[in-house]
Each structure stands twice: as C-alpha cells, then as structure tokens.
C-alpha cells in the first residue's frame, strides 16, 4: 500500500512539473527543470519496479529501487542548487514524494532486508547470453564505430542512432576501435540491452568537458548517461576533462592540480539512513598521480567529504601515501553532517595510516570490530559471492 501510494504521487507531481516548464525566468532555471523531467521518470520506472508482478522484486531489490529513485529526487533538487536558481522554480514543484519514498524505505528496512543470493554464480536476471558475453574474449558485434572509416559508422551517437530503430530488443553489442572519440552521450530508457566494447582502457576513450562551471548541472555533465536497462560496457576509458576550476563534472554516469585546491577521493550521498547506498574501498591504494606528486606540499588531499546529509563511505585494510592529510577528512558546509555521516577506516597500512590525527566528528569512527568491517565487504555489501564468481573478475570476498 505504501508503494503503491508513493507511485501515484510521483505520476501527479510528474504531470505537475511538465506544465511548468513557462514559469522558467531563464536558462539556468530551464536547464534544471529539464533534468528533473528526466529524474522523475526514471524515479517512476524505478517505483513501478517494485510494483510490477513480472519483475518478481525480492525485498531487498525493492529497498534498493527505493534508494535510487529518491537519490534521483534528491538529484533534482540539487541541480536547482547548483546552479544558484533554487528560489522560484523549486517551490513550485515541492511535492511529499521524497517523504513517501524515505517512509516506505523505513518501513521494509523494519523487516531486516538481507542481500538477495543467488544459484548458478550470476542473478537471475543476468540471461546465460549476457554470461557468455561477460565471459568470452571475442565478441561478435551488430556494429562498428571507427574513425578511420572501416567501421559501420564513425562516430559513437550514429551507432546508437541506429541501435534504436532496430526491431529486436535482445542485447546489441557495438564494438568501438581504438580512438579518442569527443561526444556527449545518453543511452536512454528506451535503448535497452545496449553493450560496449572497446580495444582496451588506454586505447578506446570517450571524452567530454562538462561542468556545473560551465553551466551544466552535476547530472547533465556526464560525458556518457545511462539510464537504459541491461547497459554493459567493457575496454573503454570514459573520461571528463573539464578541470577542478569548473567545478563538479561527471565522466560516466549509469556517474590537473589548480592552485588552493583540496581534492577529495570520494563524496558519498545518502539523504536517507535507510538507503543501501555507500562507497566501500578495500583492499586498495592512495596514492598520487605523476602530476600530483612533485607538487604535493601545495595540495591537501581526503578520504571523502560529506556530499549529503547521510554520507557513508569506509577504507579498509587500504595502503595510504603521504598524500592524505592527517585529518583524513574533510567537512563541506561548516558542521554540515558531521554527527549523521557515517565513515570509518578499518586495518589501514602506510604513511598515513595512523588515526590519531583524524577528525573528532560525531559520524566518524575508527572500526575495531572485524563483524561491523565485515558488513563493507564484498560478499556483504554487493552481495558479491552470489554474482562475480563466474564473471572471471579478481576479488577479495572478505576481509
């Protein structure tokens, strides 16, 4: 019943906010109601997830839909922000939803969700074709993307043009030879079943430039956006080249040191304590990039900072470099979240390792017990003993 509720409300404030499209003052105010048209619908595809009977949703597939849907809610409210227009067009689309998504995740999370597992090494829902796929080192592609002209077509958004007409809606692999390929890419809703492969990280690179400096929301930025399902995407670099002076700028999104700087490894947002959501880095290494190394003395670097008001992020049994400062992280908005975020290290080894320095904040916490480290792994976490085993991918299932 609380599911189905929320999804009505999101359908009328859905309706709302497509007439007010006239009420924008400029372009600004009409850039971030755009992006919230799209973020409603992919929240509303997101609910009708948990609603439908065909899906067969698991308690814990539904809380994690949930999580997204209002992480998208969220999203569009913060474009608003970004772009420094919050005051007319954000109260005029002021809808309960976000509140309904949050009880309702409250609600199943009363029920002790626990990770979904699985037989036979993949989710059900990943099909044996995608297995073979995810799995084979020659893949026969539908289509061609090379810049020289030996491919079917020369640039990546014609060879997605031309995925969308086709009739089939099985998986559509697109090769994309060895290339710098300068575009802005979304692969929507509605091109489903979409699979990428590259000639390798170093070689097949898609790049893009922008920013909420140059007058893009944080959402709009990315250089590659996906919302479509089934996307898969293998031996390619996606890159965004847009600099630290023009602020948040996304690479992909399915999401050179500058004077005075500070630079953060990670800005985990959660807006709601019931969203399964988090960043957990494990097993990994801190260190400086070639550009970043000489001119160390110049630049403080963190473990994270709190994007939003439930941030959760852990670093555990992780090499740290000199490059981190003592402190280890570092606070967004004056005492912002400091008492609600939830980060902790866990086992950390190297220079920097040592939390006697770190900050005193209410959220953070130096993880002793390996049972509460244990709730970060990846067999914990993603659930990852139930899916990557026969995926050939190297892990580390526990601590």
């Given at each position: 019943?609380?599911?189905?509720?929320?999804?009505?409300?999101?359908?009328?404030?859905?309706?709302?906010?497509?007439?007010?499209?006239?009420?924008?003052?400029?372009?600004?105010?009409?850039?971030?109601?755009?992006?919230?048209?799209?973020?409603?619908?992919?929240?509303?595809?997101?609910?009708?997830?948990?609603?439908?009977?065909?899906?067969?949703?698991?308690?814990?597939?539904?809380?994690?839909?949930?999580?997204?849907?209002?992480?998208?809610?969220?999203?569009?409210?913060?474009?608003?922000?970004?772009?420094?227009?919050?005051?007319?067009?954000?109260?005029?689309?002021?809808?309960?939803?976000?509140?309904?998504?949050?009880?309702?995740?409250?609600?199943?999370?009363?029920?002790?969700?626990?990770?979904?597992?699985?037989?036979?090494?993949?989710?059900?829902?990943?099909?044996?074709?995608?297995?073979?796929?995810?799995?084979?080192?020659?893949?026969?592609?539908?289509?061609?993307?090379?810049?020289?002209?030996?491919?079917?077509?020369?640039?990546?958004?014609?060879?997605?043009?031309?995925?969308?007409?086709?009739?089939?809606?099985?998986?559509?692999?697109?090769?994309?030879?060895?290339?710098?390929?300068?575009?802005?890419?979304?692969?929507?809703?509605?091109?489903?079943?979409?699979?990428?492969?590259?000639?390798?990280?170093?070689?097949?690179?898609?790049?893009?430039?922008?920013?909420?400096?140059?007058?893009?929301?944080?959402?709009?930025?990315?250089?590659?956006?996906?919302?479509?399902?089934?996307?898969?995407?293998?031996?390619?670099?996606?890159?965004?080249?847009?600099?630290?002076?023009?602020?948040?700028?996304?690479?992909?999104?399915?999401?050179?040191?500058?004077?005075?700087?500070k630079n953060t490894v990670t800005a985990q947002g959660?807006?709601?304590?019931?969203?399964?959501?988090?960043?957990?880095?494990?097993?990994?290494?801190?260190?400086?990039?070639?550009?970043?190394?000489?001119?160390?003395?110049?630049?403080?670097?963190?473990?994270?900072?709190?994007?939003?008001?439930?941030?959760?992020?852990?670093?555990?049994?992780?090499?740290?470099?000199?490059?981190?400062?003592?402190?280890?992280?570092?606070?967004?908005?004056?005492?912002?979240?400091?008492?609600?975020?939830?980060?902790?290290?866990?086992?950390?080894?190297?220079?920097?390792?040592?939390?006697?320095?770190?900050?005193?904040?209410?959220?953070?916490?130096?993880?002793?017990?390996?049972?509460?480290?244990?709730?970060?792994?990846?067999?914990?976490?993603?659930?990852?003993?139930?899916?990557?085993?026969?995926?050939?991918?190297?892990?580390?299932?526990?601590?």
């Amino acid at each position: 019943m609380s599911l189905q509720l929320t999804m009505e409300h999101a359908v009328s404030a859905q309706n709302h906010n497509k007439h007010l499209g006239s009420k924008c003052r400029n372009e600004k105010e009409k850039t971030a109601w755009s992006d919230c048209l799209k973020l409603y619908e992919n929240a509303i595809i997101q609910l009708n997830q948990t609603l439908d009977p065909n899906t067969k949703c698991t308690d814990f597939d539904t809380q994690t839909w949930l999580s997204t849907s209002l992480t998208n809610l969220e999203t569009c409210r913060t474009g608003f922000m970004e772009l420094g227009v919050s005051d007319h067009m954000l109260p005029l689309m002021s809808n309960n939803v976000s509140q309904l998504i949050s009880n309702t995740l409250s609600i199943n999370n009363a029920s002790s969700v626990k990770p979904e597992t699985y037989k036979g090494g993949f989710p059900s829902w990943v099909k044996a074709g995608d297995r073979k796929l995810l799995q084979t080192s020659s893949v026969t592609a539908d289509l061609v993307v090379a810049q020289d002209g030996s491919g079917n077509y020369k640039t990546i958004q014609a060879a997605l043009d031309a995925a969308a007409e086709r009739s089939r809606s099985g998986r559509f692999v697109i090769s994309i030879k060895r290339g710098v390929y300068t575009e802005n890419l979304v692969i929507g809703n509605s091109l489903k079943n979409i699979m990428l492969i590259g000639d390798g990280l170093r070689y097949t690179i898609i790049t893009g430039s922008r920013s909420v400096g140059g007058g893009s929301t944080t959402f709009n930025s990315a250089t590659v956006a996906v919302t479509g399902e089934g996307f898969i995407a293998r031996g390619i670099k996606f890159r965004n080249t847009a600099g630290p002076q023009n602020h948040q700028a996304v690479a992909l999104r399915s999401e050179g040191p500058m004077d005075k700087q500070k630079n953060t490894v990670t800005a985990q947002g959660r807006t709601d304590p019931n969203q399964n959501t988090g960043i957990s880095i494990h097993n990994s290494r801190v260190m400086a990039a070639p550009d970043l190394a000489p001119v160390l003395s110049s630049f403080k670097t963190y473990l994270g900072r709190p994007w939003k008001e439930y941030s959760r992020t852990v670093f555990m049994q992780t090499y740290l470099d000199t490059l981190v400062d003592p402190a280890g992280w570092l606070e967004w908005d004056g005492d912002f979240a400091l008492d609600t975020l939830y980060y902790g290290e866990y086992k950390n080894l190297g220079p920097v390792a040592s939390t006697s320095g770190r900050v005193k904040w209410g959220g953070y916490r130096v993880i002793t017990s390996s049972s509460e480290a244990s709730k970060f792994t990846v067999a914990n976490f993603i659930a990852g003993n139930s899916w990557l085993p026969a995926t050939g991918v190297p892990y580390t299932s526990g601590l």
